[in-house]
């Protein structure tokens, strides 16, 4: 009719998981990242015209997130990406680093200023800089 109309679409989303080229160099990672190429996401909505004054609209859709340990890559400097959480519960807008590899994330994700204190870059090098030791694959920070 007249007064109702439907819609529906389908998205791709093609994460690159792009990289700096200032980066600093992290032998202990493996080459060749692979590129999630298959993030098709359908989307259904409506608009239904009740008078000359009024709609109602609805939709649905799929939506996909970025990698499942995003919380864990934003406390490296090493990635791309900077995303902001702001915990209303007392805790620092910062994490903390155990001598343990597996669960060494702890706490929300940084805030933007954090994560830029912690980012690596090869020609001003930050000397808050995260990094793994070749010798014990332990992380460590330099001074």
Known sequence: TDRLTLNLGLRYDLDSNGHSEKTKFLPWLPGGLPIEKTNFAPRTGFAFKINDRTAVRG????????????GVQQT??????????????????FTTVSDNFFGWFHGPKPSFQASLQNACDVVNRTTNCAFRSIRSGRMRRSR
């Open 76 to 93: 490296e400097g090493y990635l791309h990406r900077f995303e902001n959480q702001i915990a209303y519960d007392g805790t620092a807008d």
């Open 59 to 70: 939709g649905y859709g799929l939506f996909y997130a970025f990698a499942p340990n995003d």
